[in-house]
T-cell receptor, first 111, second 111 residues
Framework: SQQGEEDPQALSIQEGENATMNCSYK?????LQWYRQNSGRGLVHLIL?????REKHSGRLRVTLDTSKKSSSLLITASRAADTASYFC???????????FGTGTQLKVEL | DGGITQSPKYLFRKEGQNVTLSCEQN?????MYWYRQDPGQGLRLIYY???????QKGDIAEGYSVSREKKESFPLTVTSAQKNPTAFYLC??????????FGPGTRLTVL
């Protein structure tokens, strides 16, 4: 079963707008990661947030983590057409090496 | 250039045939992973290896086999026992199990 579930499944916005996607998970974690996948390609790591962190920034990305609600959000500010991709959250239940991925949010940024 | 490579990019197989997908990395990572991705879905772990000459089953290992004779290489064999092998296969590697670095993927189609 999927540990992480992203919401929404699909999101369509205009260039320049902000995009927010959410991830919920079920068991305790050491960290939560966000990855991006362009159509037909491998995944690219975006950002990792540890369980003792509440917020982390990287360029136009902002990630929050609420361990009490077992949820995380990824915010992409000032979106660009090149941000069009699928975004996945991933966790390692119990802090092991195995990552469990959610089903992803498909983001489309239109000109 | 450091990185992780997969070959071939596209692979076609007749029913009843075994095929082997290649994954090579020169990142000096100890851990390597194989995932399967079906259309519109997240990634599901097939096998992973934390060290040379050792590997463990993931969530959907049936019909697949792997070997880890060298640190750089983690080939995946899709056997005829895999009932629905058509999918996108992704290989990844990591140092300590945190951030995973992905290859470009192999798309396998069974004819």
């Amino acid at each position: 079963s999927q540990q992480g579930e992203e919401d929404p499944q699909a999101l369509s916005i205009q260039e320049g707008e902000n995009a927010t996607m959410n991830c919920s998970y079920k068991t305790s974690i050491n960290n939560l990661q966000w990855y991006r996948q362009n159509s037909g390609r491998g995944l690219v790591h975006l950002i990792l947030i540890r369980s003792n962190e509440r917020e982390k920034h990287s360029g136009r990305l902002r990630v929050t983590l609420d361990t009490s609600k077992k949820s995380s959000s990824l915010l992409i500010t000032a979106s660009r057409a090149a941000d069009t991709a699928s975004y996945f959250c991933a966790t390692a239940p119990g802090g092991g090496n195995k990552l469990t991925f959610g089903t992803g949010t498909q983001l489309k940024v239109e000109l | 250039d450091g990185g992780i490579t997969q070959s071939p990019k596209y692979l076609f197989r007749k029913e009843g045939q075994n095929v082997t997908l290649s994954c090579e990395q020169n990142l000096n990572h100890d851990a390597m992973y194989w995932y399967r991705q079906d259309p519109g879905q997240g990634l599901r772990l097939i096998y992973y290896s934390q060290i040379v000459n050792d590997f463990q089953k993931g969530d959907i290992a049936e019909g697949y086999s792997v070997s880890r004779e060298k640190k750089e290489s983690f080939p995946l064999t899709v056997t005829s026992a895999q009932k629905n092998p058509t999918a996108f296969y992704l290989c990844a590697s990591s140092i300590r199990g945190d951030t995973q670095y992905f290859g470009p993927g192999t798309r396998l189609t069974v004819l």
